[in-house]
């Protein structure tokens, strides 16, 4: 039964004694004794002796609480979401992603992909990738272009990353429409080969991630990151 406060679980604890040596006499009584245990519904309990199977209550609840996730246009200093009064070739775009984390276990923000489209949706054409490879800054492996990811980290459910502005050649078309893919894992998770955020640097001719070691970014360079199992 669930009360506004509590969770109670009711059972019946039976004792049927043997019947004695004797058929004729007996030296016990059959008993049925009521068993109640009451549960606040606002705290996580358990119990090492009886090591009850079923979930706690406000665990169960917790998992089902809906991540709100952000992709955010931002100004020079990251301070405020920026005014949107069109872009210039040259400049360069500031964009945080975050997640809204609220009661929620400490969780560790990544960015698997990001498109540039001309139309709204991932799979249109012509398409240009950004971030691929579960978590690779493609785009700053090309000539010319500083675009990297921001570290360290604001918080471990924000990622920023730098774009260096672009249009599609030979369409006249100067509105872009960029989809992500963002993820989170457990901030208590080490970053690895599908879970990252790795940048190109060109003066090191290598790759490198936010956090996490070197290797994890490794299969950037070959153009493929694996899939969860």
Request: glycine share 6%.
């Amino acid at each position: 039964q669930i009360t506004p406060d509590s969770l109670i679980y009711r059972t019946l604890l039976t004792y049927e004694p043997s019947p004695g040596s004797n058929p004729v006499i007996v030296r016990s009584n059959p008993a049925v004794i009521p068993i109640e245990c009451h549960y606040p519904r606002r705290d996580n309990v358990s119990s090492g002796a009886i090591r009850p199977t079923w979930a706690p209550f406000n665990s169960a609840l917790a998992a089902e609480e809906k991540l709100l996730f952000s992709l955010r246009l931002m100004n020079e200093d990251w301070s405020a979401e920026r005014a949107f009064t069109g872009f210039q070739l040259g400049d360069v775009l500031n964009i945080q992603a975050e997640v809204g984390t609220q009661s929620h276990v400490p969780l560790r923000l990544f960015v698997d992909s990001c498109v540039a489209t001309l139309s709204p949706g991932a799979e249109a054409s012509p398409h240009y990738a950004i971030i691929d490879f579960n978590g690779c800054l493609v785009d700053g492996r090309s000539d010319a272009t500083s675009s990297a990811f921001v570290t360290p980290r604001p918080r471990q459910d924000v990622l920023r990353f730098q774009i260096d502005v672009f249009r599609f050649a030979g369409d006249p078309r100067n509105l872009i429409y960029i989809t992500c893919h963002l993820k989170v894992t457990p901030a208590e998770q080490s970053p690895d080969a599908l879970n990252k955020a790795c940048s190109f640097n060109k003066a090191r001719n290598t790759w490198a991630p936010v956090e996490g070691t070197r290797d994890i970014c490794s299969c950037c360079e070959l153009g493929n990151c694996g899939s969860p199992a």
